[in-house]
Nanobody, 123 residues
Framework: VQLQASGGGLVQAGGSLRLSCAVS????????LGWFRRAPGKERAFVAG????????IYRDSVKGRFTISRDNAKNTVYLQMNDLKPEDTAIYYC?????????????????WGQGTLVTVSS
């Protein structure tokens, strides 16, 4: 499976961005998908996940109420809408395919990754 993330950029604190991740090579509607991020000097960390049936979502505490993960099965794309961005959201954001929903927060249980897209939030 191949993943192509896009949509990153430079934004001021309080602004918004929408990340996209186009997926190919697998039946998209069968995939559990997640977004992770790697902030400067830190390890890659879970941000949000969505199950294959588009009924379950989960978020890290620090983005709840600000970020929304969604998917469009017709476009084979998963999105991360990010509102009220903060400087601490600055990171490279990666989309990935999880082995299954119950493992969606575990980095080592991802089978494939996109190349990452950089989000920089200025104060």
């Amino acid at each position: 499976v191949q993943l192509q993330a896009s949509g990153g950029g430079l934004v001021q604190a309080g602004g918004s961005l929408r990340l996209s991740c186009a997926v190919s090579g697998r039946t998209f509607s069968e995939l559990t998908l997640g977004w992770f991020r790697r902030a400067p000097g830190k390890e890659r960390a879970f941000v949000a996940g969505i199950d294959e049936s588009d009924t379950l979502t989960i978020y890290r505490d620090s983005v709840k109420g600000r970020f929304t993960i969604s998917r469009d099965n017709a476009k084979n794309t998963v999105y991360l809408q990010m509102n009220d961005l903060k400087p601490e959201d600055t990171a490279i954001y990666y989309c990935g395919v999880a082995q299954e929903w119950r493992l969606v927060k575990i980095l080592s249980k991802y089978k494939s990754w996109g190349q990452g897209t950089l989000v920089t939030v200025s104060s």
